[in-house]
């Protein structure tokens, strides 16, 4: 059975940091893409950072690069987060999710529709 679950979640003030794990299992993510997503209350959800499948390429979006860094570790079916410099606007449930990289394609997508793997999610809360 696949599965993706997030760690716990919590709650940081702002400026504080928090790590974020995801645990795959069913398959081997050897050849996913995989990606960190998240929702806000009253927000649509967005794609905050992408690893390919080695681990060599990662992509972050605006509100987030240099404070957030994602991993993976292909051995243990491992995907991580780590948050640092948070915001009051990352208060948000964070999804882990991925999706299997297939020929011709030779890159991952941070668009939701492509992630068929995805987690239940987990809540972050950041006080001001």
């Known amino acids: 059975q696949v599965q993706l679950v997030e760690s716990e979640g919590g709650s940081v003030q702002a400026g504080g940091s928090l790590r974020l794990s995801c645990a795959a299992s069913?398959?081997?993510?050897?050849?996913?893409?995989m990606a960190w997503f998240r929702q806000a209350p009253g927000k649509e959800r967005e794609g905050v950072a992408i690893i390919n499948t080695s681990g060599t390429f990662t992509y972050y979006i605006d509100s987030v690069k240099g404070r957030f860094t994602i991993s993976r570790d292909n051995a243990d079916n491992t995907l991580h987060l780590q948050m640092d410099s948070m915001r009051a606007d990352d208060t948000a449930m964070y999804y882990c999710a991925a999706y299997r990289l297939s020929p011709p394609a030779r890159s991952c997508s941070l668009a939701w529709n492509f992630y068929n793997y995805r987690g239940q999610g987990t809540r972050v809360t950041v006080s001001s």
């Open positions: 069913g398959f081997a993510t050897t050849r996913y893409c």
